[in-house]
């Protein structure tokens, strides 16, 4: 077991010494033309084909949630000037030894590449979990999301939070408008979009499948009659929510289906659709799994 210690009073040259001697078997060195260097670049900027879904996630609660769900690590990045804590020391112990390699930075070249400004020295270039229709587990009660061409990556990023909070079965990116990569999503998820699966598919696709497999579709409508909390979310439930701009395509409404509102009680005539997934998510789930037992004078079933 390593011996972890508080580096906070150790000079730069003191913890270069000491990580180097510990992990000098792993390590590289990365200057600010490195490879490494310009793909974290190209990640963050979307200046490039990313093949390998390969995403960017810097400090000690994302590295932490990598560790935790097991998601594969590429790269391992630090700078040793910036390690204090035992916790990020604990961290590039096993960083180091799961990535397929790790580089060590000057302040400088780390400064540039990372967003957050406080990551406590640490950085991982992940491969993203990669998932289809065909591995959603399928059961008597089902709930997936189906979100139709979000445009803000924190609102997808916020949403996915709330999908893991309920324990949805997965989400499905129909006509997609963000990178599932963006920095912005990542952070957002606070973690969740390396636990619930995200699949990226199309509307044929997704419509197809839904039918195949018995799911009742749910349509998130401001017009709608039905109140989100007048239905049992009983069986199998695919619940559709549109993007901020355009709202759901109007393919979904050709289908079979039922629609949904959130009553509004002020002036403004919808919510930010992630406080409306949020809202939609814990009626749904918390019925599906038979938490709640919400009574309705307009209760429905499918």
Partial sequence: MENFQDLSHYTVEEKEKLIIDRYKKYLKFAGKKHSVIKMIENINNNSKPN?????????????????KHDISIKYFI???EEIHTIEAQRLM??????AENSFMLSKKVFDNISERGNTQGILCIAYMPKYSLKDIELKKNNI???????EIPGNVGTILRSADATKVDAVIINNRKTRLTHPKLIRSSMGACFNVPIIDSDFEETSEWLK??????VLTDTKAENKYSDLDYENRIAIVMGSERYGISEGWYKEKYMGISIPMLGDCDSLNVGIA???VLYESSLKNKGILDRISKKRKNF
Avoid: H, Q, S, Y
């Fill in 78 to 80: 630090f700078c040793p």
């Fill in 51 to 67: 093949p390998e879904k390969l995403c960017v996630v810097e400090g000690i609660w994302g590295v932490g949630m990598l560790l």
């Fill in 212 to 217: 195949n497999k018995n799911f009742n579709i």
């Fill in 277 to 279: 997934a949020t809202i």
């Fill in 144 to 150: 997936v999301l189906v979100l139709d061409g979000l």
């Fill in 93 to 98: 112990n096993e960083c180091v030894k799961r």
